[in-house]
């Protein structure tokens, strides 16, 4: 513990893990301690009795339920799939973190319409004619689109749309010469591109073409869907980019309670904690310190001055023994609900993985409705995703939470960062963003992410 380190890292979340494996992968050396004894965190994987402990305080499932065993279940307390060809892939060929965990590719991408119900999300000419989610001048207009996106080039004015330089043209301008009326305009916006609103309609049209481009890759990578999970769930993730840190000299340390930040001039300089005899000692901080969000939330659940509230997020994991209904019988899926469509201020998100998956019992399915909420009560909470669970048909076990979300308020040159709560998303390309941009903020390099991520499954 008495030994001076680049970075100290508190919490094994994904987030925090990926950002240690990435630290001591490029030289830095790394403390990374947990006041738990697992790893995960917020983003931790539970089998059943855990996750009855956890949400009703029994010791295990009860055996009427007919659940099956305990030991079969990898229920992720915050699931999200990752896209194919993006960035979080990346990072695990880059970082060889793929020799740890084996893959397997979503069955189903689905967008939600009101009046019509579940719709497969179109990437592909064929997609388009065959789907029921658009009119027959739509289907048209859409495969245009698509064909541009899949040839654009910004650096070939000749894949310009109407000679417009989509680096400074707003998205709007390129809906409005491909003729693509709000409809379309929805779907791509939530469903192929994943924003969390229309903001994007006024920014330069390049990165709305590039996360569609990413898509559309991405569902030509594996056939029916652009996403990918790991068999055995996420948890593999923390404790493979864990291992990573380890094989390049980063230190483990958990159940390590934190006693207090040490500061000095207003920056970080080290963390206490206690030692392998139980005495207060300290670590020093070189460069700074990475936390998760608890670390500054007391037992009263009372937010230090470090962080504010931004809102809270509801996650109601379902765990049934079928599919979900309209979704072309899909061992797993993703189902996006716009917010548009439901006049709420964000999208209702719906992830379900399966037996097929090795995270739960032979015969059932494990599905997960989260979305940001304004009720901080059950009731309330649960009536704001009602369209949501009313797609689900019926279920066997079902956990509800609604969680506090915060951001950090602390300034860089003080050498403590905190990540942002994980967000309502089922999907990994937030937060890897929030990933590179913290890495950025910390060493003042940018995440190599030049790997083709068509490498994976190669033998390493």
Known sequence: MDKEYDFIVLGTGLKECILSGLLSTNGYSVLHMDKNGYYGGESASLNLNDLFKKFEGKDKAPESLKLGSSRDYCVDLCPKLLMADGDLV??????????????????????????????????????????????????????????????????????????????????????????????????????????????????????????????????????????????????????????????????????????QLHYNEGKIVGVESVDEEGKNATAKAKMGVLADPTYFINEKGEAGKELKQTGQVARWICIMDHPIPNTNDSDSCQIILPSTQLKRDSDIYISCVSYKHNVCAKGHYVVLISAKVRSTDEAGAKAELKTAYALLGKTKKEFFSVNPTYKSVTEDSGRLFITKSYDATTHWQTTCQEVMEMYKRMTGKDVDLSIDPSKLGEDE
């Open 90 to 259: 990346k990072i695990l060929l880059s970082t060889k973190v793929t020799r740890y965990l084996e893959f397997k590719s979503v069955a189903g991408s689905f967008v939600y319409k009101d009046g019509s119900g579940v719709h497969k999300v179109p990437a592909s000419g064929g997609d388009a004619w065959r789907s029921k989610l658009l009119g027959m001048m739509e289907k048209y207009r859409f495969k245009t689109f698509l064909d541009f996106v899949w040839s654009f080039e910004q650096k070939n004015q000749k894949t310009w749309p109407n000679k417009m330089d989509c680096s400074k043209v707003p998205m709007s301008k390129v809906y409005e010469y491909y003729k693509l009326g709000e409809n379309i305009q929805e779907f791509v916006g939530h469903a192929v591109c994943l924003y969390l609103d229309e903001s994007y309609k006024s920014k330069p049209a390049i990165e709305t073409i590039l996360k569609a481009k990413l898509y559309a890759h991405s569902v030509a990578r594996y056939g029916n869907s652009p996403y990918i999970y790991p068999v055995w769930g996420l948890g593999g993730l923390p404790e493979g980019f864990s291992r990573l840190c380890a094989v390049h000299g980063g230190i483990y340390m958990l159940n390590k309670p934190i006693k």
